[in-house]
């Protein structure tokens, strides 16, 4: 609505659906998969938020449903977790959670909302 009636003072006064060019670039109908190195294991995200580990199961995020993590052992039982080249945090096999940069292994949403978001 405001694009095809609204002037725009940074357009000289045009409105944006008159100044507006579709980009001549292609792009791909559907992203590559992400690929991880040989000695990362490999878990796909479900749609309940998290990865299945030794028949367990570790919340990641709600955001990553149908995609896929690497995790890297760096210690032992400490696994840092990503997906693709982002380090989403490490996990620690003993508690079966995923500490983000600040060592926390849960997110609080908005205080108006008032309950805690996902581990990741």
């Not at 940074?10 to 100044?19: G, I, R």
């Given at each position: 609505?405001?694009?095809?009636?609204?002037?725009?003072?940074?357009?000289?006064?045009?409105?944006?659906?008159?100044?507006?060019?579709?980009?001549?670039?292609?792009?791909?109908?559907?992203?590559?998969?992400?690929?991880?190195?040989?000695?990362?294991?490999?878990?796909?995200?479900?749609?309940?938020?998290?990865?299945?580990?030794?028949?367990?199961?570790?919340?990641?995020?709600?955001?990553?449903?149908?995609e896929y993590v690497g995790l890297e052992e760096v210690d032992d039982g400490f696994w840092d977790v990503y997906f693709g080249p982002v380090k989403l945090g490490r996990m620690d096999e003993r508690i079966l959670r995923i500490e983000d940069h600040k060592g926390r292994t849960v997110r609080r949403s908005s205080p108006a909302a008032g309950k805690p978001a996902d581990a990741m």
């Open positions: 609505m405001y694009n095809d009636e609204r002037p725009h003072e940074a357009l000289d006064q045009e409105t944006p659906a008159s100044v507006y060019r579709p980009s001549p670039r292609e792009l791909p109908r559907t992203l590559a998969p992400l690929e991880y190195p040989g000695h990362f294991e490999v878990r796909l995200v479900s749609r309940n938020s998290g990865i299945r580990w030794n028949h367990h199961w570790v919340c990641v995020t709600h955001t990553l449903a149908g």
